[in-house]
């Protein structure tokens, strides 16, 4: 326990640091994070004899953060996301190894984690960058802490044994209450986020929040897949970076589309 503490407060204090330093170092700590999950993705698909064209994920996350620091138009998001499907199909006609499932997979990984990183980068741009990401991440935090705590304490029925067997319906029903409620914690602090109303705040957060508990059930599952109980050691405590983001990876585009939704982002 006193290993992942001190490993989580070291991870949040980069974080914090490179998000709030300036656009560009927040581009590059989402990109670098991407990259990071395509290479545990790709090293977990090698458990079961399943090689796929990692280098296709890495260039489409780097030029997306190319293309997200420049403010690039939607036009070019999608010519992207094209080009990196065309790419990675075309890997598995060159590349022995990649052929066949390989190439699906990559398919795959450009959309999960490369397509929703590419995303945060844009979100990371935008006008509302900090609203989106405070209500996405710290409703999903606290949401993932309060869902463990509730599963501890009350957890009776399992919401899905075979994906996650430690996962219980009232653990997720504590976590989506916390989860909603830190929309109301971060309205009492006036300069997080001044321009969210009130109503806008909870639902926003439990909208989010509920998104990131989804998304930890994903990751789990193409965990259970895959034969892993992390996908790799990098974060001591808490295992890789996928392990790490796989709730804010559905929590903050869930986040900026509620706030999209209201008229809040044009």
Known sequence: MKKR???????????????????????????AAGICCAYEY???LEKINV???????????AIQAVLAVFHAGTVLYIACMATGVYLALFSGIIHPKVRGSGAIYTVAGLA????IYGLMMMICVSRYWKDVLILGCFSSWLCDCFALLGGMKFGKHKIAPDISPKKTVEGCICGAIAGTLTGALIRLIPFLCPDVSWGLALITCFVASTMGQIGDLAESLIKRMLGLKDFSNL????GGMFDRSDSIMFAVPAAYLCLYIAGLIS
């Open 112 to 115: 999960y984690p490369g397509i």
């Open 51 to 61: 090689y796929c064209a990692a280098w296709v994920m890495y260039t489409y996350i």
């Open 42 to 44: 790709s090293r977990g």
């Open 5 to 31: 503490l001190i490993s989580a407060c070291v991870l949040l204090t980069i974080a914090l640091t490179c998000v709030f330093l300036s656009e560009y170092t927040r581009v590059l700590f989402f990109a």
């Open 235 to 238: 974060i001591p405590g808490h």
